[in-house]
């Protein structure tokens, strides 16, 4: 029995185009791209047509792209970065209520170093507060870091709201986002979100794992992580993953390419299982916010831990998670959740069902048809 792979929010199938691209430049441009000989400028050229793909999904000039080796390093390099660059102008770091543990992380290591970090809150509909957010954007903020598109439940926060709110109160403060989950799915050029530092993630549209960038929307103030040979613009030392950049470059403009036509698929499959799964008994759909990404489905279903109601959804070939990965493996309840106002019984009972480009109809309705049946089951054992 074939299976059925729910669970791209994680991470994705590479595209066949993306494979290809990525197989070619393994073998051709094996040569270091810093080196002045035509082998290594043929490899410099491939890197900057990557970064040129890039730059023009984001509508950025190609230098203010800064390649890593995935979402994580990104996010570490733009969080970490500007905070500490910023330093002598002031102490406070404003973090979102619902952001992954890669900027909670990095958040955690800026208190640690005398940072004083602050995290936004959540209104009762499940958005961001921004009477909230406007209080506690004083005037010493270095850093706003808001998440673009949640990961556990596909909430869309208004970071242009956000960044306008900043300027204003905060004329310091850098404004970061982590958009892993919104590119390639929804616009995120940055003079459109009016933010000055984005961080996005091949793997999560159908492009290699570890394979990332920081995108700037202009030269500023940024304390690199790594020190070495200068690449990156002397941002990131360290000879750059040529063939990785490449398919992140190619998976990106194809992304972006197949952009509008998969937000209505997604939306339409979405509705396709929503309508079957809302039969099921006791199960609940969690849907914060007036906006979120179509691809995201996210489902509370009380009387089992998530990872009870995974095992028996796999017996049935139907592969989902937890709401979120990372998580997946921990004890620790998703703070996400959490920040919703879910008790720690219902976090604990929260499943997530994420699309890919690839997803069609047929695997819905087996999706739907495991999750029928093992409602069924279980009725069953409990009788
Ligand atoms: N930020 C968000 C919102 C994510 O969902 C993820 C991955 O799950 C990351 C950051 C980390 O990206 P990567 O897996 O490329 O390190």
């Not at 491939?46 to 890593?68: C, D, G, K, N, Y």
């Not at 398919?247 to 209505?264: I, N, S």
């Not at 906006?291 to 489905?297: A, G, N, T």
Request: glycine letters at 8%.
């Amino acid at each position: 029995m074939k299976h059925v792979y729910l669970d791209h929010a994680a991470s994705t199938p590479l595209d066949p185009r993306v494979r290809e691209a990525l197989a070619a430049a393994l073998d051709e441009h094996y040569a270091n791209p810093s080196s002045r000989h035509p082998l290594g400028l043929a490899a410099s050229q491939a890197l900057a047509r990557a970064r040129r793909q890039v730059a023009t999904a984001l509508l950025v000039e190609p230098r203010r792209v800064v390649f890593t080796s995935g979402g994580t390093e990104a996010v570490n390099l733009g969080v970490l970065g500007l905070a500490r660059a910023a330093r002598a102008r002031g102490r406070r770091v404003v973090i979102g209520p619902t952001e992954h543990a890669c900027v909670r992380g990095a958040a955690a290591a800026l208190a640690r170093e005398g940072f004083e970090v602050v995290t936004l809150r959540l209104d009762r509909a499940g958005e961001l507060d921004l009477e909230d957010a406007e209080a506690k954007l004083t005037a010493d903020t270095v850093l706003v870091a808001q998440m673009r598109a949640n990961n556990e439940f596909g909430t869309l926060y208004p970071v242009e709201q956000l960044a306008r709110l900043a300027r204003r109160r905060a004329p310091h403060a850098r404004v970061f986002v982590d958009a892993v989950q919104a590119v390639g799915k929804l616009d995120c050029a940055l003079s459109e979100l009016g933010v000055d530092a984005l961080a996005l993630s091949a793997h999560k549209f159908h492009g290699p794992k570890g394979a990332g960038a920081l995108v700037l929307a202009a030269d500023l103030p940024l304390e690199p992580l790594q020190h070495g040979g200068g690449q990156e613009q002397g941002l990131r030392s360290g000879t750059e993953n040529v063939a990785a950049c490449v398919g992140l470059g190619l998976a990106l403009e194809l992304a972006e390419a197949a952009r509008a036509t998969q937000v209505q698929r997604w939306s339409a499959l979405r509705d396709r299982l929503v309508q079957r799964l809302t039969r099921i008994d006791g199960l609940r759909l969690l849907e914060p916010g007036a906006r979120r990404l179509p691809s995201i489905v996210s489902i509370l279903w009380p009387g089992a831990p998530a990872q009870v109601r995974i095992n028996h959804l796999e017996r049935h070939g139907v592969f989902v998670s937890a709401a979120s990965a990372c998580q997946a493996g921990k004890r620790e309840l998703s703070p996400a959740l959490l920040a919703l106002g879910l008790s720690d019984d219902e976090a604990r009972s929260t499943l997530r069902v994420s699309m890919g480009r690839t997803s069609d109809e047929s695997d819905i309705d087996r999706a739907a048809q495991a999750f029928e049946s093992v409602a069924q089951e279980l009725e069953h054992a409990a009788r």
